[in-house]
């Protein structure tokens, strides 16, 4: 009876590459999709992770095209030269900061700093505290109703006429803002802005949920939905590429123009970031047919940076970002709008040491030394507030104060 030889044990090696890609953002398989072997091909998941944690290198692929590349990719996304000459040592006791390292390795998961700020989730005001201070509508819940009940500051309100000026003369625009900014908001003004006021604007919203699965193909297929629905689409990419450029070129020579508005553009994948740069560039002699607004968090910043995707500098280039900012000398007037719109006077709610009291509540330490994070954001300043004026009717404090702020 023939006997099966034993398998070599191979023991986890990692070198220092797979700490350095952890340390500066940079997912294993981008690193992979950079490296072009000897047969044309990037290298593969598995032939990455045998270099990454094995030391195992491939035997069609030189090693030295695949240091040269991986070096090339890293020098862009300002790796020092002092690391890039240790890429290759094996480290297996080395850990990157502020990195939570898998638990595989055998290693401590590092400790990352939390920010004790307000929850996002929506709180209500209670029948009690409404009684109490004499409100009869909750004046953070489904508080827009019109373009009156937005408040705008000037950041916001250069953002806001910057996505109208993209919508209506055209352009390519990112609005990135926190969880709870406002963005929102802003997509529905400009919407409701562009029916309201006529403007030949027409409005393009792929729905898929997912935004992460949005393709060309997708954007193609929204794009013929929302110009024209009775339109059956073509089944091909390329069927499909040709009835959007003649949609698109027969609504602009009837005077309209268009607006291809993507929330949740966080979620984007690079690919469908510089297929954007393509939508963007149909024209119809020297008019661009399409303009682009995206809408998304600061995840959405950091895939605009070209130190982070230099595969997609064409689209980054091209693209200017709006940031939208809390509202910290704006929190007073922003809560009297609010109270205004229900009827009610802000000096009735809070006491005049309240305000600095909120702005410390919601300010913290970052996590290096670039300063403190603030984080009055309308939806956070309306659940700090909210619970503020619960605990108010609580305790039968006629209003709010630092102190009942602080025992938040």
Not at 29 to 34: G, Q, S, V, Y
Not at 189 to 218: C, F, M, N, Y
């Amino acid at each position: 009876m023939s006997q099966t030889a034993p398998k070599t044990e191979l023991s986890f090696k990692p070198i220092n590459l797979k700490w350095v890609l952890l340390e500066y953002g940079i997912p294993q398989p981008r690193w992979a999709d950079a490296i072009m072997q000897s047969h044309g091909k990037a290298l593969s998941r598995t032939g990455a992770s045998h270099i990454i944690n094995w030391g195992l290198w491939p035997k069609l692929t030189p090693r030295e095209a695949i240091v040269t590349a991986t070096e090339r990719m890293l020098r862009d996304r300002g790796v020092p030269e002092a690391t890039l000459t240790t890429l290759w040592d094996f480290a297996p006791k080395a850990q990157p900061q502020l990195t939570r390292v898998r638990a595989r390795t055998g290693q401590t998961l590092p400790a990352i700093p939390q920010i004790d700020i307000e929850p996002l989730e929506v709180v209500m005001l209670s029948a009690q505290a409404k009684s109490q201070f004499k409100i009869f509508r909750d004046p953070f819940t489904d508080d827009v109703q019109s373009a009156d009940d937005i408040f705008l500051s000037a950041d916001q309100r250069y953002i806001r006429e910057a996505m109208f000026t993209t919508a209506r003369h055209g352009g390519f625009l990112a609005v990135v803002g926190e969880s709870g900014a406002g963005k929102t908001v802003l997509r529905r003004d400009l919407i409701d802005r562009v029916q309201r006021e006529s403007h030949p604007v027409i409005v393009i919203q792929p729905r898929l949920i997912d935004k992460g699965t949005l393709t060309a193909g997708s954007i193609c297929e929204a794009i013929i939905d929302d110009m024209r629905p009775s339109t059956k689409t073509r089944r091909s990419l390329e069927g499909k590429a040709r009835q959007v450029e003649r949609i698109l070129t027969d609504s602009s020579r009837a005077g309209n123009t268009h607006v291809l508005l993507i929330e949740e553009a966080h979620d984007l994948s690079v690919s469908t970031l510089k297929y954007l740069k393509r939508f963007w560039e149909l024209e119809d002699g020297f008019k661009k047919l399409l303009s682009i607004i995206l809408v998304g968090q600061p995840e959405l910043k950091n895939k605009l940076d070209e130190r982070m995707n230099y595969e997609a500098r064409e689209v980054i280039r091209r693209c200017e970002i709006a940031e939208l900012m809390p509202l910290n000398a704006h929190l007073e007037n922003y809560l009297a709008l609010k109270f205004k719109r229900v009827g009610k006077d802000l000096q009735d709610i809070c006491e005049a040491d309240a305000f600095d009291a909120m702005r410390a509540r919601l300010t913290r330490p970052a996590r290096s030394n670039s300063g403190a994070v603030s984080m009055i954001y309308p939806l956070i300043i309306n659940n700090l507030t909210t619970k503020a004026m619960n605990l108010c009717a609580e305790i039968g404090a006629p209003r709010i104060n630092a102190d009942l702020v602080k025992a938040l």
